[in-house]
């Protein structure tokens, strides 16, 4: 076949009996968001249930990743220990609220409420 000659595109062939007639590939890139994924994956699945059996019949999906390596989901830097004890000793001795370190260490709520549990509580 030479430069100038054009194939025609080439085209799926029409679902089986019993095929989902909708199809969709996730190409999850480095550092995406997990939430968005996860709310991305779990719509897939209501979508495609019938009869809230937990079966996919109406789609289906694949997660596609090059050269079958993980993905690394983007998040937050980790906090040191001395940031950890900084927060915990904050939020114990009353100086500043959960909220407060939370806003100042750029975490969530929950984040500070398990690091202040895991510095009351003494390691095994």
């Known amino acids: 076949m ?3 000659e054009t194939r025609p ?4 062939p029409p679902p089986a009996a019993g095929d989902p007639c909708l199809r969709i590939g996730v190409l999850p890139l480095p550092n995406f968001t997990m939430i968005a994924f996860a709310g991305l994956i779990d719509t897939l699945r209501l979508a495609a249930d019938e ?13 596609i990743v090059p050269q079958l390596r993980p993905v690394r989901a983007g ?6 220990v001395a940031k950890r004890r900084e927060i915990a000793e904050s ?3 009353g100086r ?4 407060e370190m939370a806003r100042l260490y750029n975490v969530s709520q929950p984040t ?3 690091i202040v549990a895991a510095h009351r509580t003494p390691p095994a």
């Open 2 to 4: 030479s430069i100038h």
């Open 9 to 12: 595109p080439r085209r799926s």
């Open 51 to 63: 009869g809230d059996r937990s079966r996919p019949k109406a789609c289906s999906w694949t997660i």
């Open 75 to 80: 998040r937050r830097k980790k906090l040191d």
């Open 91 to 93: 939020v114990i001795t």
């Open 96 to 99: 500043k609220s959960g909220a």
């Open 112 to 114: 500070v409420s398990r």
